[in-house]
Nanobody, 124 residues
Framework: QVQLVESGGGLVQTGGSLRLSCSVSGGTVSDYTMGWFRQAPGKEREFVAAISRLGFNTNYLDSVKGRFAISRDNAKNMMYLQMNSLKPEDTAVYYC?????????????????WGQGTQVTVSS
């Protein structure tokens, strides 16, 4: 089990950028596939992006491809989500999550460890 803390959320105008960070502690971060999820008011939590243990493989929600980039720095126990060309529909609470696995998963139920979330609001 690892502890996850997100940061970097905020209010931005349409077309703007934000970089989310996820700090990982309490375990060996390279043992975990890492993911970003989001939840908008009244909606279910959805997959946004994931990255394999050593960063060689990534996977994205179709609607964020080409705009968002997930990365990780295992030496610093950190994961990131660079979000560009933000749209109002990207407004949500963003969560980082950890999955002790060699493979990437897009399923919420597969991730055992979660952060508390950081709010991203995109104004039109």
């Amino acid at each position: 089990q690892v502890q996850l803390v997100e940061s970097g959320g905020g209010l931005v105008q349409t077309g703007g950028s934000l970089r989310l960070s996820c700090s990982v502690s309490g375990g060996t971060v390279s043992d975990y596939t890492m993911g970003w999820f989001r939840q908008a008011p009244g909606k279910e939590r959805e997959f946004v992006a994931a990255i394999s243990r050593l960063g060689f493989n990534t996977n994205y929600l179709d609607s964020v491809k080409g705009r968002f980039a997930i990365s990780r720095d295992n030496a610093k126990n950190m994961m990131y989500l660079q979000m560009n060309s933000l749209k109002p529909e990207d407004t949500a609470v963003y969560y980082c999550a950890a999955l002790r696995s060699y493979t990437i998963s897009r399923a919420v139920r597969d991730y055992a460890d979660w952060g508390q979330g950081t709010q991203v609001t995109v104004s039109s």
